[in-house]
């Protein structure tokens, strides 16, 4: 009995830590087996980056002004780094952590001695930041290619480097919140569509969120998805870390909230669970 | 004539189970489609705000841009529909789950194509018809030419995607490379093919046909060009017949992964 109880005790919060690095690193080193497959997903980075910047370059002819107060090569390398962030998400359509749900497999995953939810969050985060590695590399590396350098400065750098890996975790916050009404609905690919969609063309992805239409960027301006991509994407390029700190402030309210949405979902939904067979 | 009819009646039973299966999870499937629907129409609502602030593209208006997306977007949501496996069939190759259509009589590649839907296709669907109805006002001219175009581009996305999921044969696993040069197509597609020079223009218009999806088919809604309407079919069918060419090629090393495996 006493030991079934240690079992499934999580271990408190230096022992919960303990597993949690665990687990990121073994799915780092995972996904650093399949380096053919990590590089042909980069390599679509530099493929809509050589888009982008293909039109830009034409807007660059047509347009006098610059668009959203960047230079073309500013722009280049703000999606370089923008860009490097969208594609650390998995492709598939429907995460593991939905098709547990569905199928059952939860009942197995529950019983291990580490929260269900942290567990997912771990080993995603750890494939997510070497992917993000990667897609620096090849995201700069095309950047330098096709527009050269542009000054950069290194608290911008790092300020920037710390808001990406807190966008990344509040991006798997809002996955592991979305997955988990898996226990109510059927499917939950719709969801993940929209959210991933709204993150792109909202959250200054694709075009700097100053260089939208006034009536867009004040939407834009209205909702969390700045604080994923054109917030570190701006740091990045911008001429000091000025603004880090209101960033990450937001960042942090934004996390706290949506951790506490996981977390109700994630207490009421198990209560719904049922597994059936073995 | 029979053994075309014969095809053309596997696809239709296929459609027809498929589209049953799919209304056993009603929700689930209006709930990806209508995402899919609200997808497109974000998209396309950032487009047509992007080129009104940039006018990149001499000459076009919003509904050319509109045009662009309801050809590709419906063209797309046809081939996904009804060939739901033309993404998919690189792992299919790759597990070794050929086996369950090589001992059936009818033609593998099709067979292998037609025997999954996607459901979010449907949306794109609705989506790609709809604005073209709501936002370009087409005379009866324009429904036909929209309706060829789209089932001439339908040619090239399944025999494009038959062609780099065939590399599954050769490479192993390329689910991975036959998802990201399908993501290249569909992503190249949806710009006007004027915003490249050069070299990167011919490869949009040959060895990653995206010119042919997109913007050919718009240009030939505008300026009613029969000279690009037969280059569009000539590449369709090449596509058609590379792709199940190379698929045969390729099927003579296939090797089985001796699963025991359900048609998906």
């Given amino acids: 009995m006493q030991s079934t109880l240690e079992l499934r005790r999580p271990g408190g919060v230096a022992r919960t ?98 929260a269900f939810p942290l567990h997912h969050l ?31 400065r290194l608290e911008a750098w790092l300020a920037a480097f710390g808001a990406a890996l807190l966008a990344i975790s509040i991006d798997e916050l809002v996955v592991l919140t979305l997955s988990l009404t898996a226990f109510w609905f059927e499917s939950t690919v719709g969801f993940h569509l929209l959210y991933r969609r709204a993150m792109l063309l909202l959250g200054g992805a694709l075009v700097p969120l100053t260089a939208y239409p006034d009536w867009l960027a004040e939407v834009c301006r209205a909702l969390p998805f700045q604080y994923y991509i054109a917030g570190p994407a701006a740091l990045f390029v911008g001429a000091s870390a000025r603004g880090f700190g209101a960033l990450v402030l937001m960042q942090l309210t934004w996390a706290s909230t949506i951790a506490l949405a996981a977390y109700a979902l994630y207490h009421f939904g198990l209560r719904r669970a049922i597994a059936q067979g073995g | 004539m029979k053994p075309m009819l014969s095809m053309f009646a596997l696809v239709g039973a296929y459609l027809r189970a498929n589209l049953k299966a799919a209304f056993e999870y009603r929700v689930s499937f209006a709930s990806e489609m209508f995402a899919m629907l609200v997808n497109d129409c974000m998209w396309l609502g950032f487009w047509i705000a992007f080129y009104e602030r940039y006018p990149v593209v001499h000459g076009w208006v919003r509904a050319d841009v509109v045009t662009l997306w309801a050809i590709v977007a419906t063209a797309f949501g046809v081939a996904t529909a009804v060939f739901g496996n033309v993404v ?23 067979h292998a194509l037609i025997s999954r839907m996607s459901l979010t296709a449907w949306g794109d669907v609705v989506f790609g018809v709809g604005v073209f109805a709501w936002l370009t ?13 789209c089932a001439s581009n339908v040619g090239i996305f399944v025999g494009f995607g038959a062609l780099v999921s065939s590399a599954g044969f050769w490479i192993g696993p390329a689910e ?18 004027t915003i490249f020079r050069g070299s990167v223009k011919l490869v949009l218009l040959s060895v990653v046909p995206a010119g042919f999806l997109g913007f050919v088919p718009a240009e030939i809604l505008r300026a009613r060009s029969p000279h690009w309407l037969i280059a569009h079919f000539a590449v369709s069918l090449a596509f058609v017949a590379l792709g199940s060419l190379v698929f045969a090629r390729g099927l003579r090393r296939y090797e089985s992964g001796n699963l025991s495996v359900v048609r998906t």
């Fill in chain 1, 122 to 152: 771990a080993v995603s985060f750890g494939d997510r930041l070497v992917r993000f590695a990667f897609n620096l590399a090849f995201g700069l590396a095309i950047a330098w290619l096709l527009v050269g350098t542009i000054p950069l």
């Fill in chain 2, 176 to 193: 991975g490379l036959a998802q990201q040069a399908m993501n290249i197509l569909i992503s190249f597609s949806t710009y006007p093919t």
């Fill in chain 2, 88 to 110: 998919r069939r690189a792992g299919i190759v790759a597990r070794g789950e050929l086996d369950v259509y090589l001992a059936l009589p009818r033609p593998v590649l099709l």
């Fill in chain 1, 17 to 114: 830590a303990g597993k949690l690095w665990a687990l990121m690193a073994a799915s780092a080193r995972r996904r650093l087996g399949h380096l053919g497959e990590l590089a042909v997903r980069s390599s679509f980075v530099a493929i809509m980056l050589f888009v982008f910047s293909q039109l830009w370059r034409e807007v660059s002819l047509h347009v006098t002004a610059r668009p959203g107060g960047y230079s073309l090569a500013q722009l280049v390398w703000y999606l370089a780094f923008a860009e490097s962030i969208v594609f650390t998400t998995p492709s598939n359509q429907e995460p593991e952590l939905d098709r547990e749900v569905r199928t059952g497999d939860i009942a197995y995953r529950i019983a291990r001695p580490l």
């Fill in chain 2, 137 to 149: 006002q087409p005379t009866a001219a324009d429904w036909l030419l929209f309706a060829t175009l």
